[in-house]
């Protein structure tokens, strides 16, 4: 219960669904969590849930918005100010933009880029002079298995993934000499309000959510708390030497031979 005991973290989109679940998770790992989120209700719900389960528990809540550098360097210097240099960022922000790529509005296109790589790379700039000048940090960017597989009508979403495992392998090995890992972790499908929009914007929600749980060969879906255990392993020091490297959590499903 204390492998990120005297850390101090940072998750974006830490309201809910994964990010929540990792919040949790490194509170109960014994870090100092700021919870840097847009919808700032959520995010102090969930501090006020953590702090009521966890005696002692560091943790606040600070409204950021992963779009504008501006607002996320803001939430470094709370963080700073709060609990001290921030160790470990966690980019988990992000939004499902799914569009048929030539009727698809330019808007649709700038909204997925700005939240879902423009909010990995302000989050990463934000943090790191800090880890370089300490010469220790731990970035980890939540991507997804549409980081590497292409599901047809998901434009531009798995774009954006893509350029989230680009940036981590560039920034794992930039800053690689001064002991600054960057780390992605691939999702599959994981139970979160986010897959739950997503059922029910089709034809038949209940139908879409059989058909999904068939998908992977367990036969279910993620919960976030297993994406959280593994955000806590890159963050902590028992992955020393993974760096510029991405842990995919889909059950075995992108191993998949599709017939
Ligand atoms: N749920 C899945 O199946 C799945 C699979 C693969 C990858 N992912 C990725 O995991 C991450 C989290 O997904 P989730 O399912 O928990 O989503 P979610 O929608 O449940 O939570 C995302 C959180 O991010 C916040 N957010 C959105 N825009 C923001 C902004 N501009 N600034 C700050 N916060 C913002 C939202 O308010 C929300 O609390 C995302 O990057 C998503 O792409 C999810």
């Not at 550098?69 to 960022?89: C, T, Y």
């Not at 993934?161 to 981590?168: D, E, P, R, S």
């Not at 490297?245 to 992108?254: E, L, N």
Request: proline share 5%.
């Amino acid at each position: 219960m204390n492998r990120l005991t005297d850390k101090v973290a940072l998750v974006t989109g830490a309201g809910r669904g994964i990010g929540a679940a990792i919040a949790r998770a490194f509170a109960a790992e014994g870090a100092a969590v700021v919870l840097a989120e847009l919808d700032i209700a959520t995010a102090q719900a969930t501090a006020r849930e953590i702090a009521g389960a966890i005696g002692n528990a560091k943790v606040l809540a600070v409204q950021t918005d992963v779009t504008q550098s501006a607002s996320v360097q803001a939430a470094v210097s709370e963080a700073q100010k709060a609990f001290g240099p921030v160790d470990v960022l966690v980019n988990n922000a992000g939004i499902n933009v799914f569009a048929d790529p030539l009727t698809m509005t330019d808007d649709d296109w700038r909204r997925c880029f700005a939240v879902d790589l423009d909010g990995v790379w302000n989050g990463c700039r934000a943090v790191l002079p800090g880890m370089i000048e300490r010469r220790a940090g731990s970035i980890v960017n939540i991507a997804s298995t549409h980081a590497f597989q292409i599901i047809p009508g998901c434009f531009p979403y798995p774009v954006a993934k893509h350029g989230v495992i680009g940036l981590t392998r560039a920034l794992g090995i930039e800053y690689a000499p001064k002991n600054v890992r960057v780390n992605a972790i691939a999702p599959g499908y994981i139970e979160t309000q986010l897959t739950h929009d997503w059922w029910n914007a089709q034809p038949d929600p209940e139908a879409a959510r059989r058909a999904t749980l068939e998908l992977p060969p367990m036969k279910r879906i993620g919960k976030p708390e297993e994406v959280a255990m593994t955000a806590v392993f890159l963050a902590s020091d028992e992955a020393p030497f993974i760096n510029a490297s991405c842990i995919t959590i889909d059950g075995g499903r992108t191993a998949l031979h599709h017939e």
